[in-house]
């Protein structure tokens, strides 16, 4: 079974009050202060320097202060750039703070949507399952929370989006693989998008300079994302590489993981319905303008038509 990777902590306590303090690179806390007749207001703000969302818990140390605008310890999912957190009223003193942030949301709720196969339209190929780490190196049973999918291909075919998001991570830096039987390697090409239900989908296995799609760009499902790296390598050959998750944590859970920074979270994979493939074998893939146009406005539609000439 998979355990989360994305829990970055940064934490900060009593450092001069107005710095901006550089504990983090991807997310950081600063505060402001105000003064209106006589009665002193702290607001804590987070600037998020990455592409996608973020969760910040913040907890402020003793009772220094009349009035909060939220609860505390605070909570907050944190969208790109800069973002309010709470505001203290009548500080009699400033107090200390720490905070934490992790990768993502808490309480995700996944939309069932239907994913497009992110082959090229048209094109027939094989779809299967892949076992997880523990199943291929320790000899463990199959996980049932474990959810990734492969596609046959052949070098140079391109891959595509199964569904529109935010491009927040990518690697095109590493060569094609080597030798021959390998059926895992560490250091792959690959893109991560981003969806609005704050889900994420990982698609692997581009050749070197073989991503097209921008980073930190949205990208809509049936979008070309590259070119498939040639993996004569790998035991079941060239593929790639798909699937669908996002970290299994709640308000409370990340309140504690806070307090107690030894914990672990699972990464939820989610079962992915794709169009036009509801089992592993042998699938075509289709791009129906209904599946394209599944979280688009009604402006997004008339514009996506007008570019593809409809």
């Not at 239900?197 to 590259?226: H, P, S």
């Not at 699972?266 to 129906?288: C, D, I, K, M, W």
């Amino acid at each position: 079974m998979f355990r989360s990777s994305l829990f970055f902590i940064s934490l900060f306590v009593g450092l001069p009050l107005f710095a901006q303090h550089t504990v983090s690179k991807d997310v950081v806390v600063s505060v402001s202060k105000s003064v209106r007749d006589q009665e002193t207001t702290l607001t804590y703000s987070a600037n998020n320097s990455t592409s996608g969302k973020m969760t910040v818990v913040l907890s402020i140390e003793g009772r220094s202060f009349e009035r909060a605008d939220g609860s505390i310890p605070a909570v907050k999912e944190l969208l790109p750039g800069t973002n309010r957190i709470i505001s203290l009223s009548n500080v009699s003193a400033y107090p200390a703070y720490t905070y934490m942030w992790v990768a993502g949301c808490v309480d995700v709720e996944h939309e069932d949507l239907t994913y497009l196969l992110p082959l090229a339209p048209g094109k027939t190929t094989w779809m299967d399952t892949l076992k997880s780490i523990g199943e291929v190196f320790l000899g463990k049973e199959k996980s049932l929370d474990f959810i990734s999918f492969s596609f046959k291909a052949s070098p140079g075919d391109k891959i595509y989006a199964s569904r529109r998001g935010t491009i927040i991570e990518m690697e095109d830096k590493y060569e094609a693989p080597t030798g021959e039987g390998i059926s895992y390697q560490r250091k792959n090409n690959y893109v991560v998008i981003e969806h609005e239900d704050c889900t994420r989908g990982r698609y692997e296995l581009f050749a070197k300079d073989g991503i097209t799609a921008g980073f930190g760009k949205t990208v809509e499902a049936g979008d070309v994302l590259g070119t498939v790296v040639d993996g004569s390598a790998f035991t079941n050959g060239t593929h790639l590489r798909f699937s669908v998750y996002y970290t299994d944590l709640s308000r409370k859970q990340l309140i504690e993981k806070q307090r107690d920074q030894g914990r672990t979270y699972q990464r939820q994979y989610v079962p992915v319905v794709f169009n036009g493939a509801e089992q592993p074998g042998e699938v075509t893939s289709r791009h129906p303008e209904e599946v394209i146009f599944q979280e688009m406005r009604k402006k997004e539609i008339k514009k996506w038509k007008k570019a593809h000439g409809g």
